[in-house]
């Protein structure tokens, strides 16, 4: 072949996806990286869940168990469901990709908010179909603006619950008003990722939704409060023609040995999670109130991140409070992609990292000469 043949070309529509871009983990200068863009918990991982990786190193020769048995049944036994409605992934990332291989095709459309995850469009997109976007409403899912988008075509909508980047949720009362709207051939995906965080009453995850449904499956992950985000650790809870349906199309071996023991020594180290919590818990109202009293945007959060808004005033506009930031070794997430270019996406970190982006901020807003 000569070197102007051409090669082989991608199926119509994928060059048309922009790749997703994770959060930056380094900046320029001397001094300690606070890693503050990727929604990581700072407490890390659980001790128990460490050793339990490290105690497998002598296993890496041979498969895994293809369908993750143990972990399955130890995230049912932590949550109260039936491991046979349960699949395990590299990430809940994966599974997310194989709803959208199992039931999107040209054609189908998909709907997601204004600034739902940036990989449902990607998941969307890259199966020929057609992405929907739902107008919310401050910054929070509108029910009726989801419903509205429904068309002929819908094949699933997907809600992210509490949202990234926004941090916002809906109650579970407006999630079942969603379901209910919905058509039965209508696959509702419940992105619960940050569900542990969330400490309010009128928050679920979608687990009784789920079980008493034929067309909803809830996402969850072990990549933020459980610490293990390298190991790419995520589950689905579903109905089992729906699970069923998933197995078929997954990899025959896509967890590695180490992250399922790992997975598993997490669910049972309670304190550890507890833990977590409440350093969310103490940081997030104390990081909302110093922010806020610096005149910073802050958009309410139930996360363990918060989306921070800053003047259009040409000085101190995101971007440049970017540049101080990581003049800092501080490492916050730009979120233009999610059309919210003036706003920077901080996850809550150590108490360390926490008061040094209060106090590099107070100072960045108060130089008139900032940029």
Partial sequence: ?????????????????????????????????YKLSANESPLGPSPAAIAAYQDNADQIAYYPDGSATALRNAIGQRYGLN??????????????NLLG?????????????????????IVIKGRGAKPVVAPETDRRTDVDAILECVSANTKIVFL????????????????????????????????????????RND?????????????????????????????????AYGPTEIISILNRIRGPFNLTGPAIEAGIAALGDQGHLEKAIAHNNKWLGWMVGELSALGLGVTPSVGNFILVDFPDDGSHTAAHADEEL????????????YGLPNSLRLTLGTEKANRLVVDVLRKFLENEGSA
């Fill in 83 to 96: 491991p046979a409605h349960i699949i395990c992934g590299a990430g809940s990332d994966e599974l997310l």
């Fill in 326 to 337: 990581k003049k800092h070794g501080l490492i916050l997430r730009r979120v233009g992609n």
């Fill in 160 to 199: 992210a619950n509490p949202n990234n980047p926004t941090g916002t949720f809906i109650p579970i009362d407006e999630v079942r008003r969603l379901h209910a709207g919905l058509p039965g051939n209508v696959l509702l995906v419940l992105d619960a990722a940050y569900a542990e965080y969330v400490r």
């Fill in 101 to 121: 291989s199992a039931f999107l095709g040209p054609g189908d459309e998909a709907i997601y908010t204004t600034h739902g995850f940036l990989v449902y469009p």
């Fill in 203 to 235: 928050y679920e995850a979608g687990v009784e939704l789920v079980s008493t449904s034929k067309n909803i499956v809830m996402t969850r992950t072990f990549s933020k409060i459980y610490g293990l985000a390298n190991l790419r650790l995520g589950w």
């Fill in 1 to 33: 072949m000569g070197e102007n043949t051409p090669g082989p070309e991608p199926r119509p529509g994928i060059l048309d996806i922009d790749p997703y871009i994770p959060g930056g983990s380094g900046a320029e200068g001397a001094g300690p990286i």
